[in-house]
């Protein structure tokens, strides 16, 4: 699907129909050939077989699939039951699960947050309560509820601000629907966002 959250996946379907794309969903990129412009990747057909395809471009922007680095997949802390070897955690607390002095949050971990700094930066504050928690001998009782924010811009000067939680509902923090792209949201991604980050954000104030 284009999104998790069906509120904002709605925004993003028009989108794609207002611009005349074309989704290939469920498809695996194999190759890219740079000189003959061609990017070669498998996709089930009808009968649920793989069958190969090649595609044209002019432009090709490709995600690698993601993974725990080795050093931690090929450790004790990872999840054993996932071949991608993320931390496995606690999902509310980013305690491990089985080494209860060890704290994993962030893109590593195992959490089925989505992988951001917006939901990193929910998640740290959690994380440092069951630390301190810890050194002092006491239990917290602080969680994460799986915010995570993606700010999706959906033509030049407008944005939508994708805001949403563990139960893939929409968590917004403006008083207005953040599933309609908005001019002032571009604004927010491209002049306050950068700012907070440096001033604010990485030094935990917000
Ligand atoms: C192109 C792109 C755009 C993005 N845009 C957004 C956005 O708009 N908004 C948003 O919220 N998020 C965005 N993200 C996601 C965000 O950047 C990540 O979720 C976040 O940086 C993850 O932080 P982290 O600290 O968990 O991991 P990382 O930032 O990956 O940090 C891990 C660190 O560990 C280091 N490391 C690896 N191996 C070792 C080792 N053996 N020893 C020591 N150090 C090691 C790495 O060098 C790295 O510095 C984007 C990501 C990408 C790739």
Known sequence: MIFGV???A???EAVVAKNNIHTHFSSNVTQVDGSKGTVYYEA????????QHTMQFDMCHVVPPQSAPDFIKKSPLADPSNPLGWVEVDKFTFRHTRFPNIFSCGDVSNAPASKT??????QVPVVVEHI?????NTTSNATYDGYSACPIP???GKLMLAEFDYANKPKMTFPFDQAVPR???WVLKKYILPWLYWNRILSGRA
């Open 6 to 8: 069906k509120e904002y």
């Open 44 to 51: 089930k057909d009808a009968d649920g077989k793989i069958a």
């Open 10 to 12: 709605k925004t993003l």
């Open 132 to 136: 301190l928690a810890t050194i002092r």
């Open 117 to 122: 700094g917006a939901a990193i930066r929910k």
């Open 154 to 156: 959906t033509e030049y």
């Open 183 to 185: 001019r002032t949201m």
